[in-house]
């Protein structure tokens, strides 16, 4: 495996150097990222010197370099994980094929859409959470919003990096068009709904990290089993910066719940509600935001039965979750899954064909994953004495796409009218008072050690670096 230079314009272990056309293709592309990042990437945090770790190797080791950095002059690099020796395609109708090099003729604008749909999500969520410095609960969290920032930067390199190399003219028009669509923009949207819209407050944000880029995980998992090898090299190493994107949403949310709970028993208080007396996030408006970004996110797996899954899947091109730890045949002509459906007023399951039933399956993975870390949260309150637990929503609720879209259900999964979920759905969702409640704590702490009021301090800081560490320095 070649090293990586950081003398290079753009750092790369895949190497660059050999492929001058390749090279200046890039080059050629960089200069409109970064106008791209200093009019939509994080607002007036141009000249901050921030701790951020640096990706310069892909060794399991050390792969990360920490330092203070000005955005704008992050290495945003392209980094592959190592190559298998002898990889195979492990599924479909190729399975047991040797992995491919470069991209199968008849597979072209298959894995070009995939790999745009991804790609498109990265600079999304950073014109999302553009905003959100100038509210930062300490210079701690504003350190792993900048971190999270600059690596779906990279994680937009990454997938740039495959529509130039492997993708000719059509590959470079659509790396153009990664920076031209923006996030809510009504004419040049975003590919995916629940990228384009704002994060305006940091709860959202730590929910955004562990629902929404929980969703990127398993997509990226999904593709980490492709044969076509590039896209899995690369999802293998953006897997591992994702991780602690995960970890910030995870151990965001412990944190908020952490003092809601100590502001509870401090008080003695038995009514919820009451938190917002102490300046807390209370647990049922907490719930009502689980409850949001959960069925957006349900939403971004896709159809329940799709016949495109089915068709990446045959083709060998998109995998499920953990693909070649599942014991099967891995081609599933004549398989069943269970899907849910909607029969009438009644939420079934009914047996499919499990090649249709691929999305679904992605998405089942996903909700396990996902209540792993509600189990956590409810310790947390369940430690303290309050009786209240967090739940995630019924895959029912709040749908727009697939057969739940049709219907109007509560988070527990009864199917109710139309003129009932008008009435009721302020119960479930936040409305604009629980917002401008949120709002109204959105108050940046930049001091030193300082920890907004409504979010515990973590119980260790970043890089074995104390909690009250300068991670963000000001000019
Ligand atoms: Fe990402
Ligand atoms: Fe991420």
């Known amino acids: 495996m070649a090293g990586i230079n950081y003398s290079d314009k753009i750092p790369n272990n895949v190497n660059l150097d050999d492929d001058p056309r390749l090279q200046r293709a890039l080059e050629n592309w960089q200069p409109k990222f970064l106008d791209w990042w200093k009019e939509l990437g994080p607002h007036n945090a141009l000249n901050h010197d921030v701790y951020l770790r640096t990706a310069v190797s892909v060794e399991p080791s050390g792969w990360a370099h920490f330092d203070y950095v000005k955005m ?55 014109e999302q959470q553009r905003k959100l410095g100038l509210t930062a609960p300490s210079l701690y969290d504003l350190r792993n919003l900048y971190q999270v920032n600059v690596e779906e930067g990279r994680h937009l390199w990454a997938m740039v990096y495959l529509l130039h190399a492997y993708f000719g003219r059509d590959g470079r028009e659509e790396a153009e068009a990664m920076l031209e669509r923006h996030a809510g923009n009504p004419d040049k949207p975003r590919i995916l709904q629940a990228f384009n819209v704002d994060t305006t407050d940091w709860l959202s944000f730590h929910l955004f990290t562990y629902f929404q880029d929980r969703d990127g995980k398993f997509q990226l998992a999904a593709l980490s089993e492709s044969g076509f090898d590039p896209l899995s090299r690369t999802c293998r190493f953006m897997l591992t910066e994702e991780a602690h994107h995960l970890f910030v949403g995870e151990s965001g949310i412990s944190r908020i719940v952490q003092r809601t709970a100590e502001i509870m028993k401090e008080n003695k ?207």
């Open 72 to 126: 704008p002059e992050y290495r945003w690099g392209i980094f592959l994980a190592p190559a298998e020796k002898d990889r195979k395609v492990n599924f479909g109708k190729h399975k047991g094929d040797a992995a491919w090099q470069q991209v199968p003729g008849e597979y072209r604008s298959e894995l070009r859409r995939l790999i745009v749909t991804q790609g498109d999500t990265e600079p999304a969520s950073v």
């Open 269 to 475: 208080l038995s009514d919820p509600m009451d938190v917002r007396k102490f300046g807390g996030i209370d647990f049922p408006t907490l719930q009502k935001y689980i409850n949001f970004h959960y069925s957006i996110c349900l939403d971004l797996f896709g159809q329940e039965l799709s016949t495109n899954a089915a068709t990446y899947y045959t083709m060998g091109i998109k995998g499920r979750y953990g693909e070649t730890k599942i014991a099967d045949d891995h081609v599933l002509e004549g398989m069943t899954y269970r899907v849910p459906g909607v029969q009438g007023e009644k939420i079934i399951e009914s047996d499919e064909p499990a090649l249709n039933a691929i999305n679904q399956r992605l998405r089942d993975d996903y909700a396990t994953d996902s209540q792993r870390g509600m189990d956590g949260f409810n310790k947390i309150i369940a430690a303290h004495g309050i009786n209240f637990t967090l739940t995630l929503p019924n895959r029912a609720f709040h749908r727009n796409i697939g057969p739940f879209a049709q219907v109007r259900t509560t988070p527990t999964g009864q199917i109710i009218t139309q003129a009932e979920w008008d009435k009721r759905h302020g119960d479930w969702l936040p409305t604009a008072e629980d917002k401008a409640y949120i709002q109204s704590l959105m108050k940046p702490v930049l001091e030193i050690g300082k920890f907004a009021n409504y979010i515990a301090p973590p119980q260790r800081g970043i890089n074995r670096q104390p909690v009250d560490f300068e991670y963000v320095k000001f000019h």
